[in-house]
Structure formats: structure tokens, C-alpha cells
């Protein structure tokens, strides 16, 4: 046995929310003593975060990971995703929080307002009008879109078994995580168990296509 505190740089939106139920978990039961350390930001801020080396894990932005090693875990969609948006009736206009999704809706030469995350979910769940650029992107190129990899700086080993460990188990997430997560967000928890349905983690051969094509494009 041995002491080991992780520290994880945390996005803390929707589509991670079964990953972190799994890692609690995961880290409770492991058989080291193990603790895990929260650095919670947006996905850009983590990236730089990452960079920095001030976390020794993260979900990275596709467009940043490609420098780094990463295990075949990833945010995944592999048709429309719901939180991925561009509004096409407003001005051009990057978020802020995001990396890979700004540079997705120049690859698609797509106009607009680009919002992402728990934001653009709740937009899209009351408002029509808008462009999910993971559908535009499966449509066109008929590959999944992997938004983030899970990157490492070390302990290559302990992020194998996170990744073969939770790719075998199908995560419940308890009631009371959801209902937090739901007044979080100001969305409903049906909502979010169905927008749950819409984004994968496993890295497989065709979101490897989907990857390599993104960064030739890019």
C-alpha cells in the first residue's frame, strides 16, 4: 500500500457527471490508499491548468491533447449532442469556455454564436433555433466528434485501469447526485438522464477516425 492523492482537474458539466460518480467510487475502493483532489474549471482553464502541470489529470480539449498521452477515454458524440451549439442568428462569437468547439465551427464554416456545455443544453432544451455542429459534423464526414481525451502527465498504469474499469460497468448515477446536478444546472433531471444517452466515452476505431480527421482539418 502506498499514499496517493490525484489531483484532477474537474469540468463540471453534465456529460461528465457519470465519470465523476464512477471515480468516487473508484477511488474508495482502490486498494492503495488514494485520494483525489478537485481543480474545478471550464474546459479551457483546465487546459491551461493541464499545461502547467498543476493537475496530473484532466478531460482535455481534442485540440490540446494532441500533444499529450491520453487513454482511450474521451467525450464523445456520435451524432447531435445538445450541448455543442452555434446560434446562427446572433454575431460571430467564440466561448470563452470552450477550445475544440470554436475551432469545429470554423472547420464547418458554420456563422454564429458558438455556446457549449451545461449553457447550451439548457438553450437547445427551449429554443429551436440552432446548429448542433456534432450533427453537422457526422453528417458530413460520417465519423463521431471527440470533444475531449483523458490526458496524463504520469501514472500511465493507474488511468489504464480507470479506463478498463469504467468502460465495463454501466454507471447509476444516486438520486441525490441528480438532484443537485438538476438545481446546479436549472435542468431537469429527465432532461439530463436523456442527454446522458447521447454522449460516449469509449475511444474506439471510428472516434479514432473522427479524432485523426479533426486534427487534419485543423
Not at 485520494?35 to 498543476?54: D, G, T, W
Not at 489529470?57 to 456520435?78: D, E, M, Q, Y
Not at 456545455?117 to 439548457?122: P, T, V
Not at 447509476?172 to 438522464?193: C, E, F, G, N, W
Request: charged residues 25%; glycine residues 2%; proline residues 4%.
Amino acid at each position: 500500500m502506498y499514499n496517493y492523492i490525484m489531483l484532477f482537474g474537474k469540468i463540471e458539466y453534465l456529460n461528465l457527471l457519470p465519470f465523476h460518480v464512477f471515480m468516487k467510487r473508484f477511488v474508495s475502493n482502490n486498494p492503495a490508499k488514494m485520494s483525489m483532489e478537485y481543480k474545478k474549471n471550464v474546459p479551457a482553464a483546465i487546459n491551461r491548468l493541464f499545461q502547467r502541470r498543476a493537475v496530473d489529470a484532466a478531460f482535455i480539449s481534442s485540440v490540446t491533447a494532441k500533444k499529450h498521452p491520453h487513454v482511450n477515454l474521451g467525450i464523445i458524440a456520435k451524432n447531435h449532442v445538445q450541448s455543442v451549439l452555434v446560434i446562427p442568428d446572433k454575431a460571430n462569437k467564440s466561448d470563452k469556455e470552450s477550445a475544440s468547439s470554436n475551432v469545429l465551427a470554423n472547420i464547418l464554416d458554420i456563422s454564429g454564436e458558438v455556446l457549449i456545455g451545461d449553457k447550451a443544453l439548457r438553450y437547445a432544451l427551449h429554443n429551436p433555433e440552432y446548429i448542433d455542429l456534432a450533427e453537422v459534423w457526422s453528417k458530413k464526414y460520417n465519423l463521431p466528434f471527440v470533444f475531449a481525451l483523458l490526458c496524463y502527465h504520469k501514472d500511465k498504469n493507474l488511468y489504464k485501469r480507470v479506463e478498463r474499469a469504467f468502460l465495463k460497468q454501466k454507471v447509476k448515477i444516486p438520486q441525490y447526485i441528480l438532484h443537485q446536478a438538476s438545481v446546479r444546472t436549472d435542468i431537469k433531471q429527465k432532461d439530463i438522464l436523456q442527454y446522458l444517452r447521447l454522449i460516449s466515452y469509449k475511444l474506439d476505431a471510428k472516434a479514432k477516425l473522427g479524432l485523426k480527421k479533426f486534427y487534419k482539418l485543423s
